[in-house]
């Protein structure tokens, strides 16, 4: 017996890393999966291949579960409500979404070209947008579903050199909190997760000094993908429908609860502010509660549990 017996999963990016062990542990906890893949590269350049997601559909089955394959894109939204379909004809229906799929465009603002901007946001941003549209009308239809997806400390936090990479997490930081909202009233429910795991997306970034390899290789040897399919699974059972528009984070077997955007701290001037007012009370008086320009590394100093 598993937390997802009887259910049926749509996972994306499930041919490698967190989408690839999330697949897996969907079959084992008793999940019918739908593995979706493009199969191409970190940038997205190129066409893909159908190979990455047959072969861990293949793996669940040789198992003993139940996974069909799928190589189309999330950035498009006809291709989303296709694998929707796929998911009904193959297997009757979709109760839940896992939506890990991404690529990395990174560099820095004054060298990023529009289609690094572009492509990462169409991927990512967009990529969520179609996951929820393309299964909404069924969910409410049904009054049940899931959606699961990846946020990124790169948004939360922030990293240098990945703008278009943080704009899309944190857009889908609002997409999952207003998809929980109007979802709630029939029991359709969307959490983010932001993952800590050595993948070939975190493979990919430059290592440029002792620190930034220091970094790299306690992600290499303590935060695995696996660790972060395991709250993936949970958020889409029965056993997690009263947690909603969460925002989650894996480090290991750490699992951390972020906060959300609330007033910290207000100033009123009775008469009206004006530019000089401000510059003279309001900023100095806030000032010990403004936010650092910390990166994750920072938030985050400490070796991984």
């Given at each position: 017996?598993?937390v997802?017996?009887?259910?049926?999963?749509?996972?994306?990016?499930?041919?490698?890393?967190?989408?690839?062990?999330?697949?897996?542990?969907?079959a084992?906890?008793?999940?019918?999966?739908?593995v979706?893949?493009?199969?191409?590269?970190l940038?997205?350049g190129?066409?893909?291949?159908?190979?990455?997601?047959?072969?861990?559909?293949?793996?669940?089955?040789?198992?003993?579960?139940?996974?069909?394959?799928?190589?189309?894109?999330?950035?498009?939204?006809?291709?989303?409500?296709?694998?929707?379909?796929?998911?009904?004809?193959?297997?009757?229906?979709?109760?839940?979404?896992?939506?890990?799929?991404?690529?990395?465009r990174?560099?820095?603002?004054?060298?990023?070209?529009?289609?690094?901007?572009?492509?990462?946001?169409?991927?990512?941003?967009?990529?969520?947008?179609n996951?929820?549209r393309a299964?909404?009308?069924?969910?409410r239809?049904?009054?049940?579903?899931?959606?699961?997806l990846?946020?990124?400390?790169?948004g939360l936090?922030?990293?240098?050199?990945?703008?278009?990479?943080?704009a899309?997490?944190?857009?889908?930081?609002?997409l999952?909190?207003?998809?929980?909202?109007?979802?709630?009233?029939?029991?359709?429910?969307?959490?983010?997760?932001?993952?800590?795991?050595?993948?070939?997306?975190?493979?990919?970034?430059?290592?440029?000094?002792?620190?930034?390899?220091k970094?790299?290789?306690?992600?290499?040897?303590?935060?695995?993908?696996?660790q972060?399919a395991?709250?993936?699974?949970?958020l889409?059972?029965?056993?997690?429908?009263?947690?909603?528009?969460?925002?989650?984070?894996?480090?290991?077997?750490?699992?951390v609860?972020?906060?959300?955007?609330?007033?910290?701290?207000s100033?009123?001037d009775?008469?009206?502010?004006n530019?000089q007012k401000?510059?003279?009370?309001?900023?100095?008086?806030m000032?010990?509660?403004?936010f650092?320009?910390?990166?994750?590394?920072d938030?985050?100093?400490?070796?991984?549990v």
């Amino acid at each position: 017996m598993g937390v997802l017996d009887g259910k049926v999963v749509l996972i994306t990016g499930g041919g490698n890393g967190i989408g690839k062990e999330t697949a897996l542990l969907l079959a084992r906890e008793g999940a019918k999966v739908v593995v979706n893949d493009l199969g191409g590269g970190l940038t997205g350049g190129d066409e893909g291949s159908t190979g990455p997601a047959e072969a861990v559909a293949q793996q669940i089955r040789a198992a003993g579960g139940e996974a069909v394959s799928n190589s189309e894109s999330v950035a498009s939204l006809g291709a989303v409500q296709r694998m929707v379909e796929q998911a009904k004809d193959q297997f009757g229906g979709l109760n839940a979404i896992v939506n890990p799929a991404g690529i990395l465009r990174d560099t820095m603002l004054h060298k990023m070209t529009e289609e690094d901007w572009d492509r990462v946001i169409e991927v990512h941003l967009r990529g969520s947008w179609n996951v929820v549209r393309a299964s909404i009308e069924l969910f409410r239809e049904q009054k049940d579903g899931a959606y699961v997806l990846f946020t990124s400390t790169s948004g939360l936090i922030g990293n240098i050199g990945q703008a278009n990479y943080a704009a899309a997490k944190m857009g889908i930081v609002g997409l999952s909190r207003i998809a929980a909202m109007e979802g709630a009233r029939n029991n359709i429910r969307s959490n983010v997760v932001a993952p800590f795991a050595w993948t070939r997306m975190i493979e990919s970034i430059p290592v440029k000094d002792e620190a930034s390899a220091k970094r790299v290789a306690r992600m290499r040897d303590s935060m695995r993908a696996d660790q972060v399919a395991q709250l993936a699974v949970a958020l889409c059972s029965d056993g997690a429908k009263a947690c909603s528009s969460q925002i989650f984070g894996v480090r290991g077997n750490e699992i951390v609860l972020f906060d959300q955007p609330r007033p910290v701290r207000s100033m009123a001037d009775l008469s009206g502010w004006n530019p000089q007012k401000i510059l003279d009370t309001c900023l100095p008086a806030m000032a010990s509660d403004f936010f650092k320009l910390d990166a994750t590394a920072d938030v985050f100093p400490y070796d991984p549990v």
